[in-house]
């Protein structure tokens, strides 16, 4: 009896069924763990694959700036008079190869040789050299076979990589023939996409791209003709691990893994196999490789050819330790929020008296919370005075770093500059006019210095705060054109920075919002100080301010100039009607500060006169 009165009681309405709820709560958070960790698996793989395309884009972008520099070299060779080695290694030494294109080996240029050609060719080239152990040697055509026709690589820069090349007839292979032949006859870039041995840095393999070079004012309107006027080509080689492994540079960690395929389609419409350009890992074994659980392939368009990018990585990297322990966070939570929700809902349906204790409860809990967020409303006050004051801090020393800093460089850089101008005026034309403009560059990037200088903290703000609204106003005046009077009763105010400050930027909100929105024709400002409080006006005659202007979602601007006057102490009225114009008043309680010395007066003076410059 004792036990069918226990199980009774076990089910008694006013008793929660402790068994249906936890079975309920577990299940809910079963669900939000697996629904949590696919979202957080997915959003890793979308990590991973924008990671992705940003290297291909890189590498797309490598590709094309070394194009670039193909068609350019290309431009310059055939624009030239004669085309000598002295002038193209002073162009090439201009292209800062090993800085600006590190993956770039070298720039070449083959001449087209006739048989008939050939005596008196190698005649000229077995006397060419320089002298110079890593210098142009004298050379002959190699390999030696006899053919129609040979296309001889006569310059290469740098040369002391590649000197063993010279006089190399780069036509003797049947592939690189025909795309030598294709370029000729379009006029067009064009690359074999074979690998060649890298022997510069020994560091995988690297390809090669050509461009036809015609003789200078000869036709080019058709076949025949392009093949009239071609000389030669010139080329450009690069190493495929170099600039894959400078793309990837700060962008992949350095578990993914990236190997790189050439489809192996020929322009005859032959297949051959896919080569493969580069694998990050292949110095790697296998047994220390990380298992790779995404992947993705991405094509890349190499002037014709299709390349296959294709990336692995252990999901492991794309997820940080939060995101491991978020599934287990969100099971945990689903199964006690759905317990509570449970036993929420038998207390609900319970007695009375338990509703009535349990709304009791909640009334002082959500006293507690106001109470609270009483408490957090001063602390976000105090927090939000404090930013602002930081804010003002960072200006004042983020202007003064750029004045001294990059002020003084560019004013050095300029007098340079105007030097060189004045020196090559006479003797170099083309140097001057480059002079000129760079010179013109550097004058309007210091004007942009001494903006970005005044839109962080005008340096006159230094100066007190009455020439800082003479200033303010005066660059009202240059940029709006409306006509803006200045009252003041007192021609020196002193009062401390940070009011001072906060003063300013109540000035500059208001004509800002004058300029933007008012539509006004006149503006007067009124600044006056009297016994310990400091008085600004500000109004226009234009249309006002609409209603619920004050309330508009995401405008910040008039909240915080209010709020800027609540933490000094002072008042801020703001009043306006329809078509009837805006005014804004201000009462801020400041304390009296003595006049600055003659030495802080001579040093504010030097600093905004350097400004000036």
């Known amino acids: 009896m004792d036990t069918l009165h226990a199980k009774h009681r076990w089910f008694e309405p006013d008793r929660p069924v402790w068994w249906t709820g936890i079975l309920l709560a577990l299940l809910i958070g079963i669900c939000l763990q697996i629904l949590v960790r696919h979202t957080i698996e997915h959003e890793a793989y979308g990590r991973f694959t924008q990671q992705a395309f940003n290297t291909r884009y890189s590498i797309n972008a490598r590709l094309s700036s070394y194009t670039d520099v193909l068609r350019g070299t290309a431009s310059f060779l055939a624009a030239s008079e004669h085309i000598d080695r002295r002038g193209f290694h002073r162009y090439v030494s201009g292209l800062m190869l090993k800085k600006q294109f590190p993956a770039l080996d070298n720039i070449n240029y083959a001449q087209v040789v006739s048989a008939a050609q050939r005596p008196a060719f190698e005649h000229w080239s077995s006397h060419s050299g320089d002298g110079h152990a890593s210098g142009y040697p004298d050379f002959l055509i190699h390999p030696q076979s006899q053919r129609d026709s040979y296309t001889v690589l006569t310059m290469i820069e740098p040369t002391d990589h590649f000197r063993d090349r010279i006089g190399l007839d780069i036509s003797v ?18 690359t074999t996409g074979m690998p060649i041995e890298n022997t510069r840095h020994a560091q995988g393999w690297a390809l090669a791209l050509r461009m036809p070079i015609y003789r200078k004012d000869m036709p080019l309107g ?21 600039l894959v492994l400078g793309a990837m540079e700060g962008s992949q960690p350095q578990a993914v893994h990236l190997r790189l395929y050439d ?21 790697l074994p296998a047994s220390q490789r990380a298992a790779n659980n995404f992947s993705v392939s991405l094509p890349l368009d190499f002037n014709g050819r299709t390349w296959t990018a294709e990336f692995s990585a252990p999901s492991a990297i794309w ?4 995101d491991a322990f978020l599934p287990w966070l969100a099971m945990t939570t689903g199964f006690i929020g759905a317990l509570l929700f449970y036993l929420l809902f038998h207390t609900l349906a319970s007695s009375r008296r338990r509703a009535i204790a349990m709304a009791k409860a909640m009334t002082q809990e959500l006293r507690d919370s106001q109470d609270r967020l009483q408490q957090s409303y001063h602390t976000l006050r ?11 801090q960072e200006r004042k020393r983020i202007a003064r ?3 001294d800093d990059l002020g003084q460089n560019l004013l050095a850089l300029r007098i340079e500059t105007d030097m060189l101008a004045t020196r090559t005026r006479l003797r170099h034309p083309r140097l001057h006019a480059r002079a000129c ?3 013109a560059q550097i004058d309007s990037t210091i004007k942009s210095v001494r903006h970005i200088i005044n839109d962080l903290r005008p340096t006159v ?16 005046r240059q940029r709006s054109g409306i006509v803006c009077e200045l009252i003041e009763q007192q021609s020196d105010i002193q009062i401390d920075d940070h009011c001072a400050t906060a003063i300013f930027r109540i000035l500059q909100e208001s004509l800002s919002n004058i300029m933007q929105h008012a539509r006004a024709s006149l503006v007067r400002v009124e600044l006056r100080h009297s016994d310990g409080m400091l008085n600004m006006t500000i109004s226009d005659n234009g249309i006002g301010m609409g209603e619920g202007s004050r309330n508009k979602v995401g405008s910040f601007g008039l909240v915080g100039m209010e709020e800027r006057i609540h933490l000094l102490g002072g008042q801020c009225t703001i009043t306006a009607g329809h078509h009837a114009g805006t005014t804004v008043s201000i009462s801020v309680p400041v304390d009296y500060m003595a006049p600055p010395s003659i030495e802080d007066i001579n040093a504010t003076a030097r600093l905004a006169a350097e400004t000036s410059l």
């Open 173 to 190: 292979r049947p592939g690189a023939a025909e795309a030598l032949a294709r370029a000729r006859d379009t006029g067009q870039l064009m």
């Open 263 to 283: 489809d192996g389609k020929n322009s005859d419409g032959s297949q051959s196999a896919p080569t493969l350009l580069f694998d990050n890992l292949s110095s």
């Open 461 to 476: 703000l230094d100066l007190g705060l009455t020439p800082a609204v003479e200033w303010q106003i005066a660059q009202f």
């Open 222 to 242: 058709d076949v025949n003709q392009r093949r009239a006027a071609y000389i030669g080509s010139v080329g450009i080689g690069f190493s495929v691990p170099r």
């Open 382 to 392: 105090q927090l939000g005075a404090h930013a602002d004051q930081i804010k003002e």
């Open 401 to 403: 770093e750029i004045h």
């Open 437 to 439: 403009h760079t010179l």
């Open 319 to 322: 997820l940080s330790r939060f």
